[in-house]
């Protein structure tokens, strides 16, 4: 499967478009299911959990003005720790994966330039990997006094917006834009950076959509399990 990186989001501060509004909706799948993802974070950069928690909030927030629920599952970042099952369910598209990066992880990434905060991979199939580097986004915030859980928050959502849009392209206005302005960041720190509306309708689409592969690959794996002889 072929796989590109979406061009990741890179911080500045032009005083261009200011973000725009996201419906609020809670749509229910053909099932009467509601909208939902699950978000297996790895934190390797070792963020503080308080913090880390908060900038959970924060997209969660966003993701739910868009009208898709989340849960989060803290992956172990070690062999030796504990394993969760969970956190191994790959090949669920309703499973996406977030890895918050160190500078001493990020800096060996080759194809992601310096001004870099937060990629995401996007490929042929329904793509569930998302990459925060941590390291800058704290930085950034430091220099431009930002609040880094509202940042760090607004970066996720901005990255998994990338994998349930199921593209590289960046808009010219609000959340889904590459580069941040100054008033964007006013917005972030107000938790109006947000979807739009067009994007919002196009993610609650793709989430019933991998929420129906989902289903159709339990429903096979249910099906070679029956076929399976017993001893």
């Given at each position: 499967m072929k796989t590109k990186l979406a061009s990741g989001l890179i911080l500045s501060l032009l005083m261009l478009?200011?973000?725009?509004?996201?419906?609020?909706?809670?749509?229910?799948?053909?099932?009467?299911?509601?909208?939902?993802?699950?978000?297996?974070?790895?934190?390797?950069?070792?963020?503080?959990?308080?913090?880390?928690?908060?900038?959970?909030?924060?997209?969660?927030?966003?993701?739910?003005?868009?009208?898709?629920?989340?849960?989060?599952?803290?992956?172990?970042?070690?062999?030796?720790?504990?394993?969760?099952?969970?956190?191994?369910?790959?090949?669920?598209?309703?499973?996406?994966?977030?890895?918050?990066?160190?500078?001493?992880?990020?800096?060996?990434l080759r194809l992601v330039s310096k001004d870099m905060i937060g990629f995401a991979a996007i490929g042929e199939g329904l793509s569930c990997n998302a990459w925060i580097l941590y390291d800058r986004a704290r930085d950034f915030a430091a220099r431009r006094q930002l609040t880094l859980a509202s940042l760090l928050g607004s970066a996720i959502a901005h990255e998994l917006g990338h994998l349930l849009l199921g593209d590289s392209f960046h808009s010219k206005a609000g959340l889904m834009r590459a580069r941040w302005s100054g008033k964007d960041f006013l917005a972030m720190e107000r938790d109006e950076l947000v979807f739009s509306v067009a994007e919002t309708e196009r993610i609650q689409r793709a989430v019933i959509a991998r929420r129906q592969a989902s289903s159709a690959i339990n429903a096979e794996v249910l099906s070679s399990d029956s076929r399976t002889p017993r001893n």
């Open positions: 478009a200011n973000a725009s509004g996201a419906a609020h909706t809670s749509p229910l799948t053909p099932n009467n299911e509601r909208v939902a993802i699950t978000i297996g974070v790895y934190n390797y950069a070792h963020a503080k959990s308080d913090l880390l928690f908060e900038a959970q909030q924060t997209a969660a927030a966003i993701l739910l003005k868009a009208g898709v629920g989340a849960s989060w599952l803290s992956c172990p970042t070690d062999h030796a720790s504990t394993r969760i099952p969970a956190c191994a369910a790959t090949a669920d598209p309703t499973h996406l994966t977030l890895r918050i990066l160190p500078d001493s992880m990020s800096s060996r």
